[in-house]
């Protein structure tokens, strides 16, 4: 780094500034105000440009820019006009003789200053638009980036949006399917009903209804002796329980519409109607009874 190099970016970072600042101030490239810094003029298109750079880059930090050629002239290269205006400078001595009045000694001067004057002015102007061309296209691009990557946000947050009212519905949904079902009232099944309908002597007629099934049991808790027929008067089984030994007896009739039992030993006896106790209408004090069961169909 050279002695103006150095000064320039202790004068730059005294104010704060970052090369990124300073290019948006002046309108050069990063590039070339590294390059200042650093001394490297290599990269840079011309000495007239690295001079202008130079003047550029000192006015944006307040610094005298006449002050900063002539104090660093060694460093700062010449450019190709100030190379033409010395040579001129030499000529015009060389052909003008000293007994020339002032008019004439003072006549190429302001000839060839207006000229240095006029070329700066059209490079200076061409430098300033091409570097803040590159700054406002790299501005550009970076609001274009901005914006894309604001669409993109948006797109997601709406998406997201989307699918949080989708997940909300489709809950609402199952949790309407599920309070309906569950207030949806159940049917609910009918009881098995046994009832005694007559009484006869010692003969009692029950209706058994609401069952899906006809099966018969009897449980002696002594010596019984008992029958079970159909309607028909079909012999299912018949013969004596014993306590100990053969104390029950099972039938499934729900293939039959009517059960036709005798019991002669009702008090140590007891009638199961598809596991529901029957229960004696006469006393079952009372030894021998007939009792008839009539299975009623739900389809009846």
Do not use: C
Not at 15 to 37: C, F, H, M, P, W
Not at 142 to 149: C, F, L, N, P
């Amino acid at each position: 780094m050279t002695e103006l190099g150095n000064r320039l970016k202790e004068a730059r970072l005294a104010k704060n500034l970052s090369l990124d600042d300073l290019q948006a101030i002046t309108k050069i490239q990063k590039r070339y105000l590294v390059g200042i810094e650093e001394g490297n003029y290599a990269s840079m298109p011309g000495n007239f440009y690295v001079r202008a750079f130079i003047k550029q880059y000192a006015e944006a930090l307040n610094l005298n820019p006449d002050e900063i050629f002539e104090t660093y002239k060694n460093e700062i290269p010449a450019s190709h006009n100030d190379e033409m205006h010395h040579l001129s400078r030499v000529q015009t001595h060389k052909a003008i003789s000293e007994g020339n009045s002032k008019i004439f000694d003072i006549l190429p001067k302001v000839i060839i200053g207006v000229f240095v004057i006029g070329v700066a002015s059209v490079l200076y102007y061409f430098i300033s638009n091409h570097a803040g061309d590159n700054a406002n296209e790299s501005v550009s691009n970076d609001r274009e980036q901005v914006k894309i990557e604001k669409s993109d946000q948006l797109e997601k947050v709406k998406a997201d949006q989307t699918k949080k009212q989708e997940s909300t519905a489709t809950k609402t949904d199952k949790d309407t399917a599920k309070t309906e079902e569950e207030t949806t009232p159940i049917a609910d099944t009918p009881k098995q009903e046994l009832k005694a309908v007559q009484t006869q002597g010692n003969t009692t007629t029950y209706d058994l209804k609401n069952a899906d099934k006809f099966v018969i049991k009897l449980v002696s808790k002594g010596n019984t002796w008992v029958s079970i027929k159909n309607g028909k008067q079909k012999t299912f089984f018949q013969g004596t329980l014993r306590k100990g030994q053969t104390e029950s007896q099972k039938q499934d009739l729900s293939a039959e519409n009517m059960a036709v039992i005798r019991v002669g030993n009702a008090a140590d006896t007891d009638i199961y109607v598809n596991d529901q106790k029957l229960e004696y209408a006469i006393p079952a004090t009372a030894n021998v009874q007939n009792i008839k069961i009539q299975h009623v169909l739900k389809n009846e």
